[in-house]
């Protein structure tokens, strides 16, 4: 992203950390990526540089950002809704050209995005959602762009790979994430219809999962307790699909395993065969997205309403696993 001069734009990424109780990193290069005479400023507003999705976001923005010649202020709000909120503030004070928001919740979101654009501060969403009522197909007026995966596309991934992984149907178990994540049903209403459509398919136990390895190892092993003729487990994200796994060994179950996310962890099980499938998500194509259509926005080459982007997310089975790199 471009800034001011590099020395205002170092001196104003300095004040910005001091003023920040967050961790803060800044990039730069000498490359020039003006617009005019002038540089401009971009932070990102992460949401926990802890775990592997966001950071990996980070990186990709970071790489584009070198790419570009630009600067880069990075903020870790490390998962607290009321510090991502702070170093918006902290932004919006310091007068950065725009703000990638990497939201944490989208009825906070919005007023981040309110605040930012009454200051004139371009502010675009990647990997989450703005305003407790928007679809993410249809973006918060003030937003300048989305990059998102398709949570429904994934979710009827998903559900098509679980078609196939137990053509005669059976017991599913669906693992979510943690309470109060939108992708809770975004990525499972998609799926449910997939099985509803096909037929012979009852989903007898939905269990939160927290995200974690060791949550879906445990959600699963409380669902086998309960039901041992689960024949497929669909957790959202494949951490908890690992863990899930972890739990059906443990059990003597042979149900089959489909998580969401291609990520390292998940390529290996289904590599090993422990995990039957994933839908391939790739943040840090998305970060890099998300820094180049800022940039774009911010000289002009971006404008009207704004419009959400989704990147490729395939389905990836043992038939096609060298076809997703894992980026977290």
């Avoid at 605040?115 to 973006?139: I, L």
């Avoid at 099985?195 to 007898?204: A, N, P, Q, Y």
């Avoid at 443990?250 to 962890?265: E, H, L, R, T, Y």
């Avoid at 194509?285 to 490729?312: C, N, R």
Wanted: aromatic fraction near 4%; charged fraction near 20%.
């Amino acid at each position: 992203m471009n800034r001011m001069s590099r020395t205002l734009a170092v001196g104003a990424a300095a004040a910005l950390c001091a003023a920040s109780l967050a961790a803060c990193n800044t990039e730069s290069t000498n490359a020039p990526a003006s617009s005019g005479s002038k540089k401009l400023t971009i932070g990102l507003a992460n949401q926990q540089m802890s775990v592997t999705f966001p950071a990996a976001i980070a990186k990709g923005a970071r790489d584009e950002a070198k790419k570009l010649g630009v600067k880069l202020v990075v903020l870790d709000s490390q998962g607290d809704q009321a510090k991502q909120s702070s170093q918006v503030q902290d932004l919006v004070g310091q007068k950065v050209d725009g703000i990638i928001l990497v939201p944490l919740s989208p009825g906070p979101a919005q007023a981040m995005v309110d605040q930012a654009d009454a200051a004139g501060v371009a502010v675009g969403t990647a990997h989450g959602y703005v305003g407790a009522n928007q679809d993410v197909k249809t973006p918060y007026e003030k937003l300048k762009y989305v990059i998102d995966e398709d949570e429904a596309g994934a979710g009827a991934t998903a559900g098509k790979m679980a078609v196939e992984a137990v053509p005669g149907g059976g017991e599913v178990a669906v693992i979510t994430g943690a309470a109060g994540f939108v992708e809770n049903k975004t990525r499972v209403q998609e799926f449910e219809k997939a099985l509803t459509d096909k037929g012979g398919f009852k989903i007898v136990a939905n269990q939160p999962g927290d995200w974690t390895k060791e949550g879906g190892q445990s959600a699963c092993q409380n669902i086998l307790a309960a039901h041992p003729k689960v024949s497929l487990f669909y957790a959202i994200s494949d951490d908890m699909a690992v863990g899930c796994a972890a739990a059906t060994k443990a059990a003597g179950s042979s149900a089959k395993i489909i998580g969401v996310g291609g990520s390292a962890g998940g390529i290996d099980a289904i590599k090993a065969g422990t995990v039957y499938g994933t839908v391939c998500y790739k943040p840090f194509t998305e970060g890099q997205m998300a820094v180049k259509a800022m940039v774009d926005s911010l000289k002009g080459k971006l404008s009207g309403t704004p419009k959400t982007t989704f990147y490729d997310t395939p389905g990836v089975t043992k038939d096609n696993v060298d076809s997703c790199q894992p980026q977290w």
